[in-house]
């Protein structure tokens, strides 16, 4: 039995079972790598080694290739170049970018502004690159009176700030848009499926099984809670028990409102299961940031796309999935409550 330990924003998931190819002669391939400030494992299965090692090179070298456009770590990448260019200029965006942002528009409209990947500004007096710091309350009021997402101005392959103050910080999407990039690389090659591991985000390509995964409680990963099977698309997980700022020995979520400029309260941790890796990806922060009855609201109006919400309650752990995860969600313990909705 294949053991790989997978961690999803604080989530500690045993994926204890690899699916059963139909052909035994498929191979699988497993290469781990660092990228985008994480854990990048890629799992290729093929009819032959050499072909299963080639696309997981060329799967790489696509990521690689979405984390030098999208890096808001360096000030050399196609999006921090954006992020600099003078108020009112237009910008010529590549395809992949133009399409990735458009992308973003969407997810960022029918969420009603809760997911936000315009907030660098915000990100930056709460100090979330550097260690954690509390803004005064006139530049939080300063930040949420001026335009976020809204002052991106984008036409086919045409984009335009319109505000000094707009900064997209590419952590709410980049690693989605990669997987996706990464996904799409593999489906033109003579794979047989694949799993994508980048940082807890997970992407499936063509399983004829479904992958088991068990989902640990919000606060003590060493107690899991749910069992969990699925076999496409991609999964992604907010949540603070590994991620959080500390500031004068308080802590404060990681996961900032962009509405009201503050850290969200932590209820626990929410799953998204998407058709693709950025949808899943902004998802993930824009529903945890609306909190779990409206984001369980909001889920079961918009098609294909299904969560789970892990709520520490005062009578416990309190699990809410939407209908698509029924039959894929199982208790694993006596110390979860798990309805469907």
Not at 306 to 331: D, H, M, P
Request: with cysteine; charged share 20%; aromatic share 6%.
């Amino acid at each position: 039995m294949l053991l790989n330990i997978l961690l999803l924003s604080g989530l500690l998931l045993h994926f204890d079972q690899p699916p059963k190819v139909v052909d035994q002669s498929a191979v699988r391939v497993e290469r781990h790598f660092n990228l985008m400030g994480t854990t990048l494992t890629i799992s290729v299965e093929a009819l032959d080694r050499r072909i299963a090692l080639s696309a997981s090179e060329e799967a790489l070298k696509v990521l690689q290739k979405a984390e030098k456009r999208l890096s808001t770590w360096t000030n050399n990448s196609e999006l921090a170049r954006l992020n600099q260019t003078a108020v009112g200029k237009p910008v010529i965006l590549s395809t992949e970018l133009a399409m990735e942002l458009t992308d973003v528009q969407h997810w960022w409209k029918v969420t009603e502004g809760a997911f936000d990947p315009g907030i660098g500004a915000l990100s930056a007096i709460w100090g979330l690159r550097t260690g954690g710091k509390i803004p005064t309350a006139e530049s939080i009021r300063k930040i949420i009176s001026s335009p976020k997402f809204d002052a991106l101005h984008i036409k086919e392959s045409i984009a335009t700030r319109l505000h000094p103050d707009l900064s997209i910080d590419e952590g709410g999407f980049g690693k989605g848009a990669g997987l996706d990039d990464a996904i799409r690389c593999l489906s033109e090659k003579e794979v047989t499926g694949a799993v994508l591991n980048l940082g807890g985000q997970i992407a499936i390509l063509g399983s004829s099984s479904p992958y088991l995964f068990k989902i640990s409680h919000p606060i003590d990963r060493n107690i899991p809670v749910l069992s969990l099977t699925i076999n496409q698309g991609a999964l992604a997980t907010s949540g603070n028990s590994e991620r959080f700022l500390k500031i004068d020995g308080e802590k404060y979520s990681h996961i900032l409102d962009p509405r009201n400029g503050r850290p969200v309260p932590n209820f626990g941790s929410l799953t998204v299961w998407a058709e693709n890796a950025l949808a899943a990806d902004c998802l993930s922060t824009g529903l945890y940031v609306l909190g779990p009855k409206q984001a369980l609201e909001w889920a079961k109006k918009n098609d294909g796309i299904e969560i789970l919400v892990l709520e520490i309650t005062r009578n416990g752990l309190l699990a809410q999935a939407t209908k698509g995860f029924k039959n894929r969600i199982k208790k694993e313990g006596p110390d979860v409550a798990l309805t469907f909705l």
